[in-house]
């Protein structure tokens, strides 16, 4: 339950692009195409976030609602990659929140633009 809502979350095999070679993309892609879901958050190592933007770009044209969770934050801090997320945002015109999973570090951020996001549906 968030605020009241009751959420189903349903974890897809993690994929970089929506052309269906592999068996993850392949129930990945069937999954974004088929499911009757609100929205989609897509996670995006923020380490390689072009091959995240590819993603992105696909499940952009799909016109779903879209979620994006940068994961592996602490790493770009570490190696002293600077993205300007916010930014990229505005860009895309979808919410990106920095997520810590092992913290669980944006968790209450991520579930804020849930709450947000699905009041527009
Ligand atoms: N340090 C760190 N580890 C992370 C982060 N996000 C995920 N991990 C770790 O990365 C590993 C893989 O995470 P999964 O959630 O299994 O990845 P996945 O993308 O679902 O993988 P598949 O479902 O196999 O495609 C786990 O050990 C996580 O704890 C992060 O932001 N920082
Ligand atoms: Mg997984």
Do not use: Q
Request: proline content about 3%; overall charge negative; glycine content about 8%.
């Amino acid at each position: 339950m968030i605020g009241g809502v009751e959420y189903e979350f349903v974890d897809t095999p993690g994929i970089y692009s929506l052309y269906p070679s592999s068996l993850e993309e392949k129930v990945t892609e069937k999954a974004l195409l088929e499911l009757d879901y609100d929205f989609v958050i897509v996670v995006v190592d923020a380490t390689a976030v072009e091959r995240g933007l590819v993603l992105l770009a696909a499940v952009a044209e799909l016109r779903v609602h879209m979620i994006v969770i940068f994961n592996f934050w602490e790493e770009t801090e570490e190696k002293g990659i600077i993205i300007d997320y916010r930014g990229l945002e505005g860009e895309l015109g979808v919410p990106i929140v920095r997520v810590n999973p092992l913290r669980r570090g944006g968790i209450r951020e991520l579930f804020e633009r849930l709450e947000e996001d699905t009041t527009t549906i």
